[in-house]
């Protein structure tokens, strides 16, 4: 197929404009891997791309889109051959390098991860960033030593696509979950995924104290800002917070208070670049502990010609779970 539809961010005098167009794969770029993307997902940093909101295109023209699975048409990568079902997330694709609102795309064969065994195309990226995220975030904290026994775990940005998937993944793994929401209307939504209680955001998201009660052991704040200060000011002694999002904000107004009094630990997650024995890692866990009852609940389905829609009410924190784009 020598054109083919795709999405496409140009240049404009004022910002940008995002056009639904027919593309060449002449203009594709570098890669040794071409492959037929059959899925991609919205994610924040998507909707970011689409709106011109952040400067997140660092390229003109820009195909958006940072996840997509699909089946390898052709490949010069010696791990992959014509045929084989893959995924990718990350590496700058929908920002610097030409991206999934396409039905072709063309990367480095390095970026890709084999689908598991068991996952659908679908399901992948019913998962995407947000949900590989969530899982980098619970490795983190396992490999930090927290265990269910601990305590609560606190999830940020419940509602959202990280934060759904995590409320998911830690009551799968026995953790007693507390999800901070916004929208207090998506109550039986959470709990539906495994949250044992609901936490009004209001109560996280204006400045607090430098330490405040011990209320959580562990958290995944996909939220950042003065919630996430919160965060650290109520985490028990010893505990830790995985810090993965920025949706209030990149600023931290904290103190060294819940360090070196209590010993709480920061650690950050970055899913763009991640190692790929790490990025394998994390995708075999989630084709195995991932409740797939969960994953339905919380994902919709729009097709490729409609994803732009989304781009604003994903900012705005409107789209509840997870959404698949279903490329033709």
Same mark, same amino acid.
């Given at each position: 197929?020598d054109?083919?539809?795709?999405?496409?961010?140009?240049?404009?005098?004022?910002?940008?404009a995002?056009t639904?167009? &027919?593309?060449?794969?002449?203009?594709?770029?570098? !890669?040794?891997?071409?492959?037929r993307?059959?899925?991609?997902?919205?994610?924040?940093k &998507?909707?970011?791309? $689409?709106?011109? +909101?952040?400067?997140?295109?660092?390229?003109?023209?820009?195909?958006?889109?940072i996840?997509?699975?699909g089946?390898?048409e052709?490949?010069?990568?010696p791990?992959?051959?014509?045929?084989?079902?893959?995924?990718?997330?990350?590496?700058?694709?929908?920002?610097?390098?030409?991206?999934?609102?396409?039905?072709?795309?063309r990367?480095?064969? &390095?970026?890709?991860?084999?689908l598991?065994?068991?996952l659908g195309?679908?399901?992948? $990226?019913?998962?995407?960033?947000?949900?590989?995220?969530?899982?980098l975030?619970? $490795?983190?904290?396992?490999?930090?030593g927290? +265990?269910?026994?601990d305590?609560?775990?606190l999830?940020?940005?419940?509602?959202g696509?990280?934060?759904?998937v =995590?409320?998911?993944?830690?009551?799968?793994?026995?953790?007693?979950?507390?999800?901070?929401?916004?929208?207090?209307?998506e =109550?039986d939504?959470?709990?539906?995924?495994?949250?044992?209680?609901?936490?009004?955001?209001?109560?996280?998201?204006?400045?607090?104290k430098?330490? =405040?009660k011990?209320?959580?052991?562990v958290?995944?704040?996909?939220?950042?800002?003065?919630?996430?200060a919160n965060?650290?000011?109520g985490?028990?002694?010893?505990?830790?917070?995985?810090?993965?999002g920025?949706?209030?904000? $990149? &600023?931290?107004?904290?103190?060294?208070?819940?360090?070196?009094?209590?010993?709480?630990s920061?650690?950050?997650?970055?899913?763009?670049?991640?190692?790929?024995p790490?990025?394998?890692?994390?995708?075999? +866990?989630?084709?195995r502990?991932?409740?797939?009852?969960a994953?339905?609940?919380?994902?919709?389905?729009?097709?490729?010609?409609?994803?732009?829609?989304?781009?604003?009410?994903?900012?705005? !924190?409107?789209?509840?779970g +997870?959404t698949?784009?279903?490329?033709?």
């Amino acid at each position: 197929m020598d054109r083919f539809k795709a999405w496409v961010v140009e240049k404009t005098e004022t910002g940008q404009a995002l056009t639904f167009r &027919d593309f060449d794969a002449a203009d594709l770029m570098d !890669g040794d891997v071409t492959v037929r993307v059959t899925h991609s997902t919205v994610n924040y940093k &998507d909707g970011l791309a $689409m709106t011109g +909101r952040s400067p997140v295109v660092r390229r003109f023209p820009m195909i958006p889109g940072i996840d997509f699975s699909g089946i390898v048409e052709t490949s010069s990568h010696p791990d992959y051959t014509s045929g084989d079902a893959v995924i990718l997330t990350g590496w700058g694709v929908g920002e610097s390098h030409l991206g999934a609102y396409a039905e072709r795309a063309r990367v480095k064969g &390095d970026w890709l991860v084999p689908l598991p065994g068991g996952l659908g195309a679908n399901e992948a $990226m019913a998962i995407g960033t947000a949900g590989y995220t969530a899982m980098l975030s619970l $490795m983190v904290l396992e490999h930090h030593g927290a +265990r269910p026994g601990d305590g609560p775990a606190l999830v940020t940005g419940a509602s959202g696509g990280v934060g759904s998937v =995590a409320v998911a993944l830690l009551a799968r793994a026995g953790w007693h979950v507390i999800a901070s929401t916004g929208r207090t209307d998506e =109550a039986d939504y959470l709990r539906g995924l495994g949250a044992a209680e609901i936490l009004d955001r209001t109560e996280l998201s204006a400045p607090g104290k430098p330490l =405040a009660k011990e209320r959580w052991a562990v958290a995944i704040d996909a939220v950042g800002s003065v919630t996430l200060a919160n965060v650290l000011a109520g985490t028990k002694s010893d505990g830790a917070v995985a810090a993965c999002g920025l949706a209030q904000g $990149m &600023d931290l107004p904290t103190s060294v208070a819940p360090f070196i009094l209590r010993g709480v630990s920061l650690l950050g997650i970055n899913s763009v670049t991640t190692p790929l024995p790490k990025r394998r890692e994390a995708w075999t +866990r989630l084709a195995r502990d991932l409740d797939r009852a969960a994953l339905a609940a919380m994902t919709t389905t729009v097709p490729l010609a409609e994803v732009d829609r989304l781009a604003e009410r994903i900012l705005a !924190g409107a789209v509840r779970g +997870r959404t698949v784009v279903t490329v033709p």
